[in-house]
């Protein structure tokens, strides 16, 4: 649960980093990547959370893998 909650406060901490005005068409650019990567992360972390819930055994350790999957997917899927 500590890892749990560490990772969150790790991806919210990078999620408010990219915040604020871009100054320049470079720094737009940092700031989209930082959200893209914080999203990316982000939907595998809460995937493999939500996937952790279902199955035992072998069985929960594919649900782990599939929802970071598909959570990685959808952080991909909201950057574009």
Known sequence: MKKVTI???LL???ALAACGAPTT???AQVQHDARCAAGIL???ALGGVVGNRFGGGSGQTLA???GAGLGM???QSACN
């Open 7 to 9: 990772s969150c406060l």
């Open 12 to 14: 919210g901490t990078l």
């Open 25 to 27: 068409p470079t720094q």
């Open 42 to 44: 982000g939907g595998a």
């Open 64 to 66: 782990t893998a599939a």
């Open 73 to 75: 997917y959808a952080g």
